[in-house]
C-alpha cells in the first residue's frame, strides 16, 4: 500500500501544497500546487493576506483530492509548516481578532528599542535562549501593545500561522512547539511561556496556551472543508514540526557517524547544529545563537541569517525596471561574472527593510570603498560571495561556541539549487558540502506526520530514508590560497561601516 501525505509548506515569497508517497522504503515527491505569498501594505502596517493564503491552500487541498481520486490513493494526513515569529489573534468564537503583522513591519524596531529599554536584552535572552532581533514575536507584540492594545484585550488566544491554518483545517486550537519556540515568548529549557517577561512588558499573559510537541495529532478535517475541497473525511490533521526550518532539520539526509552542522537555506539561512539540549550562557549571547525546539527532542542551535533576502529583493526592483528574471538566469549571471570585486554583509541593518536594494547595496558599497556593481550579474554575485563569507564566520563562532569542529555542512531547503552559492560556500568555509534535497521542509513535515501515524519509526529512520531516496550532490572547497584576500576584505567590512 502506498502512504500519501500532504504537505504544506508556506514560505514568506511562495506557498505551495506536495504529495509525498511512502512505498516500500522510497519517496515520491511531487508538488501539486505553488502560489506567491507577499505581504501587503495597509494604514495599519505591514500585513499578510492571511485569507488569500488560505484560499490557495484549499486549492491545493482540492488538487490534491483529484489528484487521490484519480490514483486510486488514500491520503492519511496534512500537515502545515511555516515561517516562524507571525503570529495571529482569535476571539472566544474563534473568528480572527485582527490581521496578522508582517514580521518586517517597520513598527517592530521602535518596539524592540522600547521593550529592551524595560527589560535587558541580556535578561530577555537569558528567559528565553533566543537571539534578539527585531522580528521575534515579542517585540511585535509589544508593538501592538503600543499601536493597538485593545486587539490584545479582546483577543482569548495567540496562535502563530501554522497554528491558524490547523485550526481552519480541523477546528481545533492547538499550538505547536517548534514554531513557538521562534517566539522569544517561551523557555526553551522548561517549554512555559515566560510569565515574568510578559508581566513586565505589561503583555497579556491569557493569550498564551500550552504547547504541543511535533507529531501531535488534532483530529480529522472538518466536514466543511472535506465538502468543499472533495477530500475523504476521515483525512487527518497533524501539527507536524510546524517551523519550517524544523521540518527541514529533520530531513537532512545527515550519516549519524558523521560531525555535521546544517544550513537551511531559502528567504532566511538559518546555520547550526543539532543538540541534545538548550546551550544558553554569555558567551553564546555574545555570538548571537538561539534555541529552538526541534522534532524528538532535540534543540535546533543556529544563527539567523539575511540568507536569499537579498538576492530576491533585487530580482523583485530588475522587474519593477522591466528586466524579468528567473532565479536560474540569475544565477548564470552570477557565475559569468566578475569575482571578489564587491562584497556585502547581508545582515546590514539597512538591508533587512523591503525596498530599494539596489541602491542600499550601492551605499553600502560607496561606504566600504568597493566599486558600485554595473550589471545585473554584479549584484547577484556581491550578495553571494557576501553570504558565503557570513556562513564561514558563523561557523567560526558556532564551532567556538561549542567546543567542536564540523567535518561537513548539509545545505538543505530551495536555495540549496543555486549551485553557484553551495561551491562558494564549500570554498568559504573550507568544508565539503552536501547540497539537498531542496524539498526539505516539505519532506520533513510529511515524514514527521507519518512517525506520528506509526509509519516511520523515529528521526533516525526520517534520516535514513532521505539518504538513501534522494542522495546529496557534493561540493568540495577550492584553494583557499584564492579565498585568503576576499575573507581578509570581508572582515574588515564592518570597521568601515560603524
Request: net charge negative; charged share 20%.
Amino acid at each position: 500500500m502506498t502512504s500519501v501525505f500532504v504537505a504544506v509548506d508556506l514560505g514568506a515569497e511562495s506557498g505551495r501544497v506536495a504529495l509525498i508517497e511512502l512505498q516500500r522504503g522510497a519517496i515520491r515527491f511531487q508538488e501539486i500546487h505553488r502560489f506567491p505569498n507577499a505581504p501587503v501594505v495597509l494604514p495599519s502596517g505591514l500585513h499578510w493576506d492571511i485569507t488569500g493564503i488560505w484560499r490557495e491552500i484549499c486549492q491545493g487541498l482540492s488538487a490534491a483530492a483529484r489528484w487521490a481520486a484519480e490514483n486510486n490513493a488514500t491520503i492519511l494526513s496534512i500537515g502545515v509548516d511555516a515561517w516562524g515569529v507571525d503570529w495571529t489573534l482569535v476571539g472566544a468564537s474563534g473568528e480572527l481578532v485582527g490581521l496578522p503583522h508582517a514580521y518586517r513591519d517597520p513598527r517592530n524596531v521602535d518596539a524592540f528599542d522600547r521593550a529592551t529599554s524595560i527589560v535587558s536584552p541580556e535578561q530577555i535572552y537569558q528567559a528565553t535562549g533566543i537571539q534578539n532581533m527585531p522580528i521575534n514575536s515579542l517585540f511585535s507584540l509589544y508593538a501592538q501593545k503600543l499601536h493597538g492594545p485593545e486587539l490584545l484585550q479582546a483577543a482569548d488566544q495567540l496562535l502563530f500561522i501554522p497554528d491558524l491554518m490547523n485550526f481552519w483545517l480541523c477546528g481545533k486550537r492547538n499550538v505547536e512547539a517548534t514554531v513557538a519556540s521562534t517566539s522569544q515568548v517561551l523557555d526553551v529549557r522548561s517549554g512555559q511561556w515566560c510569565g515574568d517577561l510578559l508581566d513586565r512588558l505589561e503583555l497579556p499573559g491569557h493569550l498564551f496556551r500550552e504547547t504541543s510537541l511535533p507529531g501531535t495529532a488534532l483530529g480529522p478535517i472538518s466536514p466543511a472543508l472535506a465538502t468543499a475541497t472533495g477530500l475523504d473525511p476521515a483525512v487527518q490533521v497533524i501539527a507536524t514540526a510546524s517551523h519550517d526550518t524544523a521540518s527541514a532539520v529533520a530531513a537532512v539526509p545527515a550519516d549519524p557517524q558523521s560531525r555535521w552542522c546544517f544550513l537551511s537555506s531559502g528567504t532566511w539561512s538559518l546555520l547550526g547544529a543539532e543538540l541534545g539540549e538548550p546551550c544558553i550562557g554569555q558567551s553564546v549571547q555574545s555570538a548571537m545563537f538561539t534555541n529552538e525546539v526541534g522534532v524528538a527532542g532535540t534543540i535546533r542551535f543556529l544563527k539567523n541569517i539575511a540568507g536569499l533576502w537579498l538576492v530576491q529583493e533585487c530580482r523583485r526592483e530588475f522587474a519593477s525596471r522591466g528586466q524579468e528574471y528567473d532565479y536560474t538566469e540569475l544565477a548564470d549571471m552570477a557565475t559569468l561574472a566578475e569575482p571578489f570585486r564587491t562584497f556585502v554583509d547581508p545582515d546590514f541593518e539597512s538591508f533587512q527593510s523591503p525596498g530599494n536594494m539596489l541602491a542600499k547595496i550601492d551605499e553600502f558599497a560607496r561606504q566600504t570603498d568597493q566599486p558600485v556593481p554595473e550589471t545585473p550579474g554584479d549584484y547577484l554575485r556581491c550578495c553571494l560571495e557576501g553570504l558565503a563569507l557570513k556562513y564561514r564566520e558563523t561557523l567560526i563562532k558556532l564551532e567556538q561556541t561549542l567546543g567542536q569542529e564540523f567535518e561537513v555542512i548539509h545545505i538543505v531547503g530551495g536555495g540549496g539549487r543555486n549551485e553557484l552559492l553551495n561551491q562558494l560556500t564549500a570554498s568559504a568555509t573550507s568544508r565539503p558540502v552536501l547540497a539537498g534535497p531542496f524539498e526539505a521542509t516539505a519532506l520533513g513535515n510529511a515524514l514527521v506526520q507519518a512517525m506520528a501515524l506509526d509509519e516511520i519509526a523515529n528521526l533516525e529512520e526520517i534520516r535514513l530514508l532521505v539518504r538513501k531516496s534522494l542522495p546529496p550532490r557534493k561540493f568540495t572547497p577550492e584553494d583557499p590560497d584564492i579565498w585568503r584576500p576576499a575573507i581578509e576584505r570581508f572582515s574588515s567590512l564592518a570597521c568601515r561601516v560603524a
